[in-house]
């Protein structure tokens, strides 16, 4: 962070808002009662800041008072209160509007239930005035809630809430400050934001995107998701009954086997597989963990590599995990999937394969056997040209002698095969020689890269937004 974040406890924030003298505002909230304006009561002063508490917890009052819908604990149902809150809010008090700073908070939120049948979750959001009299900002927050104690749950409610108003007018422009404030006070075991959007006048379009790299870059999700059109995502929603095809790599830049590793692929599952093909889902995966060690690496480094990757008219995904395994057990836990394929290329596959000495290495390698044989998953594995520049795939591949024969069990088990159909004449680019050959503004470069992304590429270099003249320590790919 530029400094250190300044340690205030939740009531301290309360009161230091409380006592804001142009802060007011209304707070609606369903679902876990009303923990967060229960704060700001308890702080005291809180009459200069609260013009408004309401808890709709009823279905049909609240449909009464917000238009009904589908899915009480839902985006829709969170911005419709924000919409209503705050229509009425600048309406009433416009005699007020030019000293005041308006805002309504809202949340909409599943404790878990007697029975402990469900997972806590919902959705919190805030739509504020940065200066009076001027159209508001909105930020909207998705949590999950991994604990099954409900007085733990409304707590960690109760100070999120409070660390997402405080954030919303002290820290809009610090996308670092703002999300490492949304997690004080809080035991982040218990805690997962896998979703943030902050819109209006104030932010750039690609506001939202930072703020939701700073998740992943804090720990506090494991995954976010960026759409073909450059949205964010909720994975749960999107990866829902798909055949998810994932291509794990660095992307610096994408090129033409890059393309074909996708295309590939996705052709497999269709022909070989009997996958219905508006069911299969191609998307790219970009993890931290990669670049671990190089701090000066900035989040506008991912955002290109975003770019580029929409521009091949995918979407990605970028997470916290290192190892194979662990994303895979990830994904079989988290979403509900038809089934997980992981593309890997031959020079990937290697490095968690080869004859290492260290039981870690070994260790990680059969957890990624096990991983993928344990639901409908596989590897699909792309091939190589060999020294003949013959094509090269499983068959040449050297095995430890402690994982050949359940490798091969793998591999007649269809857990593990070959890409077929691959075009050869592709595989002699290489990504690390396109890339030194545009940093030495070199022209070869050109026919190695999908032309649709040539003008993404471009603009990036003429702005000096270097796709990455940083060389990225490897993992096990």
Known sequence: MKSQLEQLSTREKALKLNLQPTTYGVFAEIGAGQEVVNHFFNAGAASGTIAKAISAYDMTISDSVYGETQKY?????????????????????????????????????????????????????????????????????????????????????????????????????????????????????????????????????????????????????????????????????????????????????????????????????????????????????????????????????????????????????????????????????????????????????RKVTGRQDDSNEEAGFLKLLDAISSFNGKILVFPELNHRSELSGLADLKLNPSVHHLFQYLISKSKIEDIGGVNKKLLSIRSDRVLHAMLNNEDSWREAVPDRIIPILDYQTQFKQTISSIADKSVDR
């Not at 809202?106 to 001027?134: D, H, M, V």
């Not at 979703?195 to 999700?221: A, C, H, P």
């Open 73 to 349: 604990v839902s985006r829709e149902r969170v911005e419709s209160m924000l919409d209503v809150e705050y229509h009425d809010l600048a309406k009433n008090l416009s005699n007020r509007a030019a000293q005041k700073h308006f805002f309504v908070f809202a949340n909409t939120i599943e404790t878990i239930n007697f029975q402990k049948t469900n997972q806590g979750q919902g959705w919190l959001g805030i739509r504020y005035q940065l200066t009076p009299n001027t159209p508001p900002a909105t930020c909207v927050i998705h949590v999950i809630l991994h604990n099954d104690d409900v007085t733990i749950q409304r707590k960690i409610i109760g100070d999120l809430g409070v660390n997402l108003i405080y954030g919303a007018f002290e820290f809009s422009h610090d996308n670092e400050r703002f999300i490492e404030n949304l997690k004080q006070n809080i035991n982040t075991d218990y805690l997962e934001v896998n979703y943030i959007e902050m819109y209006g006048n104030e932010f750039d379009s690609k506001k939202s995107i930072r703020l939701s790299l700073q998740l992943v870059k804090s720990g506090l999700t494991k995954m976010i998701m960026i759409g073909k059109s450059f949205e964010i995502l909720q994975p749960m929603n999107s990866l829902y009954k798909k055949d998810v095809v994932l291509v794990r790599g660095r992307f610096k830049p994408p090129t033409k086997v890059t393309e074909e590793m996708f295309l590939r692929s996705q052709n497999q599952l269709v022909n070989d597989d009997q996958k219905i093909e508006s069911s299969v889902l191609a998307i790219a995966e970009i993890t931290f963990q990669c670049f671990q060690d190089q701090s000066e690496l900035s989040l506008d480094d991912f955002i290109q590599r975003a770019e580029l990757i929409i521009g091949l008219g995918y979407s990605l995904v970028i997470t916290h995990f290192t190892y194979h395994y662990e994303l895979i057990n990830f994904m079989r836990s988290t979403f509900k999937l038809n089934s997980l394929t992981i593309v890997l290329g031959m020079d990937n596959l």
